[in-house]
């Protein structure tokens, strides 16, 4: 079973090449080339698919392809034409999105249209239905169309089998927005946290839909209890970690939601935060702190009276 795996990862590979042709016609328009899909081997039956705007894993089967998160509707076509090489990939039986950030999706409409399972929190389908102001990004968000909704919500966790494999997801609230979701597939060991996991930048704490830096620290509390030694963490961006990379991110947001309370409990203005920024120690690692700490500092004052008020 290694070659027809192994034939299936090149041609997912190649893939990425198409969409650098593809992208030609692009740079006629004065477009930037998009990233080549670029695909790797988790385990038998799992591959990572980076290059669609959030990573992508897919779970191979002989009743066909489950997917953790679509990538950017605009990369969509590129990806779904990945997943199209890989063993039983003609047909997805299952999405999940991991929180309703637009890089994660962007496939929904397409799979949609196939009748797809698309799984998420219920707060992310009440956010893709939305229309609503994003202040830190200053953009305008409106409902993507009624038939790219996920189709099944929950609000804890859930389990299904996909194939021979066990799906294992849950919820972890209030993180990077109030929609976050984890995917765990035991058998191979390989945990997709989404954006719960960042890489080579501060998380981002999207406090417009619900994100807050207490929840991200417990999300990442809740995760290092979920993986072990061995697992591989699929982030929403980058290379897959190691549990010793989200210990680096929980002790670092620990740190600073101390270190962030005490400072506003004294009255320090966000500004004043920007200007003097606490992260000192952290900045080589997660590098420019700015937005970090500024939308740290909003959520924060949505959770003012569970810090025990702020005189
Ligand atoms: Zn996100």
Not at 60 to 85: I, N, Y
Not at 93 to 118: C, M, P, Q, Y
Not at 149 to 159: A, D, L, Q, R
Request: hydrophobic share 40%; charged share 20%; with cysteine.
């Amino acid at each position: 079973m290694i070659e027809p795996d192994r034939r299936s990862f090149l041609k997912a590979a190649l893939v990425g090449a198409a969409g650098v042709s593809l992208s030609v016609t692009g740079r006629a328009f004065g477009g930037p080339a998009p990233d080549p899909i670029v695909a790797t081997q988790l385990s038998d039956n799992l591959v990572q698919l980076a290059g669609a705007g959030a990573n992508v894993v897919a779970l191979t089967g002989p009743d066909g392809v489950l997917l953790v998160d679509g990538g950017l509707q605009e990369r969509s076509g590129d990806l779904l034409k990945a997943v199209a090489k890989l063993p039983g990939g003609r047909h997805v039986h299952t999405l999940f999105n991991t929180h309703w950030h637009w890089n994660h999706t962007g496939s929904n409409e397409r799979l949609a249209k196939d009748k797809v399972k698309i799984v998420a929190h219920e707060n992310t389908k009440l956010w893709l239905g939305a229309d609503f102001y994003v202040d830190w990004e200053d953009r305008h968000y409106k409902p993507r169309p009624k038939a790219a909704w996920p189709t099944e919500t929950f609000y804890t966790s859930g389990k299904l089998t996909a194939g021979n494999e066990e799906v294992v997801y849950g919820y972890l609230p209030r993180a990077h927005t109030d929609g976050d979701i984890y995917v765990f597939f035991p058998k191979a060991n390989v945990l997709v946290a989404g954006d719960l996991v960042s890489v080579g930048k501060y998380p981002t704490l999207d406090y417009c839909t619900g994100g807050w830096i207490g929840g991200m620290t417990d999300a990442s509390k809740a995760l290092l209890e979920v993986a072990n030694a061995q697992t591989k963490i699929v982030p929403g961006l980058g290379p897959v970690q190691t549990r010793a990379d989200l210990q680096a991110q929980y002790d670092m947001l620990s740190t600073m939601k101390d270190r962030l309370i005490g400072l506003l409990k004294k009255g320090m203005g966000t500004d004043d935060l920007i200007a003097n920024p606490p992260t000192q120690e952290f900045d080589a690692k997660w590098g420019d702190p700015k937005l970090f700490l500024a939308n740290a500092y909003r959520g924060l004052w949505g959770h003012v009276r569970e810090l025990g008020g702020i005189v």
